[in-house]
Structure formats: structure tokens, C-alpha cells
């Protein structure tokens, strides 16, 4: 497995480096998730540390998790541990889900754009209705059951996900809604 453990604007020294490389294999051997690789990355906001972990699964999926403290140690510690809970929760719907998955899940390439708002461009009446496109960039769209699609999205603490339906080989979106269920589009 490989990690990638970076600081924003701090330093990271060896010691943590193997802290971190130690304690977050020792919980993805745990649940045996088949992770291919980890990206850390430490930042400081004002006086707390930010710990912030992506996890890629083997089978697709992310977790993602995201850890705040005074200590440094402390913020990794509180992201580790918010991982082990999200992994131990879906531990048997990650087995269930992907027991007949032989490969890895497929993705497709997509273009993504940012576009501008209003108070970027700097007008109080836009003189086109056509939004200004800040980035063009690609994106990758799984594709997934709607199952593994809202698993995908609460472990990645996403509020909206674009998938493409196994079943109906059809592109559709999943997201939470505002009385805390999920919503599910298809077109």
C-alpha cells in the first residue's frame, strides 16, 4: 500500500510520518478492505491542527475522514479514529456489496467546469445569460449500484454523487436530503 502523508505550510517530520503510516494500517488491516493507497494531509487553521485521510479501496470505493485538535498528534488521532468508525460501520455492507465484484469498479471520463457566480465577475447585471467557465477539468464517474453509490457517498462524506447505474446503464445521482435521507435521480 502506499501513503502519501503532506503538510500544508508545516513541516512533517519523520517520527509522524511513521505514526501515521502505523496507526492507519493498523486499522484498514483490521477490516481487511484491500486498500491500494492513502493520501494525509495535515494543515493548521488558526490554532487547531486539521488532519484530513483519504483512503482508496481496491474495490473503488473512498473513505474519507477529517480530524481537528491543538496537537498535531491529536488531529490525526480524532481522523484515524473517525476512519475506524466509518470502516467498522460498513464493514459487512462492504463485504456483502462486493463479494461477486471480482474487478475493481469501471469509471468513465468526464468533463467537470467551475463556473463563476455573479459576484465574482464583478457586474451587477451579467450581459449574458452564458456563465463565465473559471476551470475545465476531467473527472472520473464510477460505475456502481445505487447501493454502493450511497455507500460511496456517506463514506466519502459527499452531500451529492454522479454515478453510472449497473442495472440501467443510465447516469443518475444520489444525495442527501435535507431531513437526512437519501435522494436518489433517475432520469
Known amino acids: 500500500m502506499r501513503y502519501q502523508i503532506t503538510g500544508k505550510h508545516i513541516d512533517i517530520g519523520d517520527a509522524l510520518q511513521v505514526h501515521v ?5 493498523s486499522v484498514l488491516d483490521k477490516y481487511g478492505q484491500r486498500p491500494t493507497d492513502a493520501t494525509v494531509v495535515f494543515s493548521k487553521a488558526a490554532h487547531e491542527y486539521v488532519c484530513e485521510a483519504i483512503v482508496h479501496l481496491s474495490s473503488g470505493l473512498n473513505a474519507a475522514a477529517k480530524g481537528h485538535a491543538t496537537e498535531i498528534y491529536a ?14 460501520r460498513y464493514k459487512r455492507r462492504l463485504k456483502d ?13 468526464a468533463a467537470s467546469y467551475i463556473l463563476a457566480t455573479e459576484a465574482e465577475s464583478g457586474e451587477d447585471e451579467p450581459e449574458t445569460l452564458q456563465p463565465i467557465i473559471v476551470a475545465e477539468m476531467q473527472t472520473k464517474i464510477p460505475s456502481l449500484s445505487v447501493g454502493e453509490a450511497v455507500m460511496q457517498m456517506e463514506l466519502a462524506g459527499a452531500p451529492v454523487l454522479v454515478f453510472r ?4 446503464d443510465g447516469v443518475n445521482v444520489v444525495y442527501r436530503r435535507e ?9
Open 97 to 109: 456489496h462486493h463479494k461477486d465484484r471480482a474487478e475493481p469498479v469501471e469509471t468513465f471520463g
Open 165 to 168: 447505474n449497473e442495472k440501467k
Open 21 to 25: 503510516t502505523n496507526e492507519l494500517g
Open 75 to 88: 488531529a490525526f488521532e480524532a481522523c484515524a479514529e473517525k476512519m475506524d468508525k466509518q470502516l467498522r
Open 179 to 187: 431531513d437526512g435521507n437519501i435522494g436518489w435521480i433517475d432520469p
